[in-house]
């Protein structure tokens, strides 16, 4: 039962309000605003007022932290687990969650993470986390994170255990096959990109586990079709190509690595489509995490 929630990009609240709200009625106010600005931090506190709060979810910005660009250990936004912190310090749920780029854990030599794990033990909170692969969930895509759990009710705190290997992973052909020959669908994300003759040339040319360009390790690559994809991310309009057709994903076919289901609608141009599900966590290591905590609170 979501209670509130705190979103910057309005193209990912519309979303967000469209697939939760308007379909599946949740009671629940969004505000799209800056969580920084003491106003709405306010905001949240009055719209959770006497309600008893069993989980804080958050992901704080892992575009400061990521291991694919610039390792700025100053940007504005690696601050926001801190705010975050005075979020759960107010409010006081029993378990908070937090998830994180797999570079979190080398940035300063460990400092980084030592710090976040020290700041949320002063307020009461012993952490844990460990580094998930999505694939081991479920997801047809390998995407490993990096996953806080801490309760203050000295309870163990619990992370998932693996449920596939690589004998079961689900393959990204599996995800993807069903949308092979089907036609465009703007009502469901799924536009093909225009591509020249030239362009389609390069693309069907590219082999399978390799790039368009020399120097990107995951932008315009060819994942293999009998394994899960390499992970999606936001890369600034590169994107990925299809294994078999000369043309890159939809994001359709995109958001089927992350594991969203094909009913889940995705708001805001094409280019906000793309930021939102590469910056996601899919939705079956989301699951897979909910469930462990719900292990937590029920003992």
Not at 252 to 269: M, N, T, V, W, Y
């Amino acid at each position: 039962n979501p209670l509130a929630s705190v979103e910057i990009m309005p193209q990912a609240v519309e979303t967000y309000e469209y697939n939760f709200i308007e379909k599946k009625g949740f009671d629940e106010k969004v505000e799209t605003r800056d969580i920084r600005e003491s106003v709405v931090k306010q905001k949240l506190y009055d719209s959770v007022k006497d309600k008893k709060i069993d989980v804080i979810v958050g992901g704080f910005p892992c575009q400061g932290f990521s291991m694919a660009g610039y390792r700025v250990v100053d940007d504005p936004r690696n601050s926001l687990y801190k705010e975050m912190k005075e979020i759960v310090e107010h409010l006081q749920p029993e378990v908070v969650v937090m998830e994180n780029v797999e570079g979190l854990r080398s940035m300063l030599n460990g400092k980084v993470e030592e710090m976040i794990i020290e700041d949320y033990k002063k307020i009461g909170y012993e952490i844990n986390l460990t580094v998930l692969n999505s694939a081991n969930y479920g997801v047809p895509q390998f995407r490993k994170r990096v996953i806080f759990i801490g309760n203050r009710v000295g309870k163990t705190n619990y992370h998932p255990k693996p449920i596939f290997d690589e004998s079961t992973y689900v393959t990204l052909g599996q995800a993807i096959a069903p949308y092979m020959n089907m036609p465009e669908d703007p009502e469901i994300n799924h536009i093909f990109s225009k591509h020249t003759p030239e362009m389609k040339a390069r693309l069907a040319a590219i082999p399978e586990g390799k790039s368009l360009y020399k120097n990107y390790s995951d932008a315009w690559k060819k994942s293999p079709w009998d394994k899960p994809s390499c992970t999606i991310k936001e890369n600034h309009g590169g994107t990925n190509v299809h294994p078999k057709l000369p043309r890159c994903l939809t994001a359709r076919e995109i958001a089927a690595l992350q594991s969203f289901p094909s009913d889940f609608i995705f708001k805001g141009s094409k280019k906000w489509q793309l930021v939102q599900i590469g910056n996601a966590v899919p939705p079956l290591l989301g699951k897979a995490i909910g469930l462990a905590v719900k292990h937590m609170l029920d003992e």
